[in-house]
């Protein structure tokens, strides 16, 4: 695992700010298929865990985005404790999620032109946030497309 201040993808590079300052992160590269009772999960081209160390402060605003986004459409696909939001250029998905866990629910999420953005006012136990980001370059739109948000739930690391 390296520190890095971004994430070069199809899209733009990936970076991270807390309380607008720009900050290192450390990249986790995951396993880009997974197969539960013989049904592929996912397959996809890329997959990461994206780990900032945050301050322990009353009042957090945490934003995960792409630097000069190149995109055609966007697309929310958040669930239950999950914020997500995705990406597409000519026939590549991207995806960027984050989940909150236990005690450390989000307060408030804003869905950016070019990614997440996440309002914490009370202090939070741990002292990182992780974003998961996956892409792949889509074949079959009806298959494939649920493989990258899939791929991009922290949780699923």
């Known amino acids: 695992m390296e520190k890095l201040n971004n994430l070069k993808t199809p899209f733009g590079h990936i970076k991270i700010k807390i309380n607008n300052i720009e900050v290192k992160f450390t990249l986790k590269p995951l396993e880009k298929k997974h197969i539960f009772q013989n049904k592929i999960f996912f397959d996809v081209d890329e997959?990461?865990?994206l780990i900032a160390k945050i301050p322990r402060k009353n009042k957090l605003i945490i934003e995960c985005f792409i630097d000069e986004l190149k995109k055609d459409?966007?697309?929310?696909?958040?669930?239950?404790?999950?914020?997500?939001?995705?990406?597409?250029?000519?026939?590549?998905?991207?995806s960027i999620g984050a989940?909150?866990?236990?005690?450390?629910?989000?307060?408030?999420?804003?869905?950016?032109?070019?990614?997440?953005?996440?309002?914490?006012?009370?202090?939070?136990?741990k002292n990182y946030i992780i974003f998961g980001v996956a892409?792949?370059?889509?074949?079959?739109?009806?298959?494939?497309?649920?493989?990258?948000?899939?791929?991009?739930?922290?949780?699923?690391?």
């Not at 239950?80 to 991207?94: H, Q, V, W």
């Not at 989940?99 to 136990?125: A, C, K, T, V």
């Not at 892409?135 to 690391?157: G, T």
């Open 47 to 49: 997959r990461y865990l």
């Open 73 to 94: 459409d966007s697309n929310i696909e958040s669930g239950e404790r999950l914020e997500m939001i995705s990406y597409y250029l000519n026939n590549i998905k991207l």
């Open 99 to 125: 989940e909150s866990r236990g005690e450390e629910d989000f307060d408030n999420i804003n869905y950016l032109d070019n990614g997440l953005e996440i309002l914490n006012y009370n202090e939070w136990n």
């Open 135 to 157: 892409w792949k370059l889509i074949k079959d739109y009806e298959i494939e497309d649920n493989y990258v948000r899939e791929a991009a739930i922290p949780y699923y690391s």
